[in-house]
């Protein structure tokens, strides 16, 4: 069973950056596998915010976070990182690491979900 743990979410000022981390385990090879992240405000449904390809070859990313926010791994350590810069208030929602089930890739298709770590940018 893959799981997934966030952490790095916080309150930060509109303009500010944070950096997310995801570590993952489970018993799979993490570098055979597609990651990405994924966020859901208050009230809304989940979106998807940022994909990387197993060895980096490939990033997609929301045109909504474009030029803010970078993804990227470490395969050696088995973590996705999300640096988000010139954060805004509409950033505001519980951030989600995701996994995909296959080894393709499907930037904006996951099976499993960390527990979500909470980002609020204040104005």
């Known amino acids: 069973q893959v799981q997934l743990v966030e952490s790095g979410g916080g309150l930060v000022q509109a303009g500010g950056s944070l950096r997310l981390s995801c570590a993952a385990s489970g018993g799979r090879t993490f570098s055979n596998y597609a990651m990405g992240w994924c966020r859901q405000a208050p009230g809304k449904e989940r979106e998807f915010v940022a994909a990387i390809s197993r060895r980096c070859a490939s990033t997609d990313y929301a045109d909504s976070v474009k030029g803010r926010f970078t993804i990227s791994r470490d395969n050696a350590k088995n973590t996705v990182y999300l640096q988000m810069n010139s954060l805004k208030p509409e950033d505001t929602a519980v951030y989600y690491c995701?996994?995909?089930?296959?080894?393709?890739?499907?930037?904006?298709?996951?099976?499993?979900w960390g527990q979500g770590t909470q980002v609020t940018v204040s104005s």
């Open positions: 995701a996994a995909p089930y296959g080894v393709g890739w499907l930037p904006r298709s996951y099976d499993y």
